[in-house]
């Protein structure tokens, strides 16, 4: 599935991973590819990304707030104050604060 990570300065993620965990309203909830469709808001927390590998990802002074997980290297997390969340098409856009 495809993930996009907006924020209101730039696009801070793009790429496809293998699933994503997002801090929503009634707790932490996990998407993988052919999840139903959703739209839900997201409290302050922590987005982990799921990656099968990060050869391809760029990380840059633009993408500073994705940091790989001390423990797990496929692991991505982005920290956010609140935001919103859309799953439609094995496409998942986060537009984050």
Known sequence: ???????????LFSS?????????????FQMLNNHAP?????????VKIHT???????FDELH????????????LTVKINSGTVE???NKVIVLAD
Request: proline share 5%.
């Open 1 to 11: 599935m495809y993930l996009e990570i907006v924020s209101p300065e730039a696009t």
């Open 16 to 28: 496809d991973v293998d699933s994503v965990v997002v801090p929503g309203a009634n707790g932490e």
């Open 38 to 46: 959703i739209v839900s808001l997201l409290t302050a927390g922590t």
């Open 52 to 58: 099968h590998s990060q050869t391809h990802l760029v």
């Open 64 to 75: 500073a707030t994705v940091v790989p997980q001390a423990d797990d290297d496929k692991i």
């Open 87 to 89: 799953m439609k098409d």
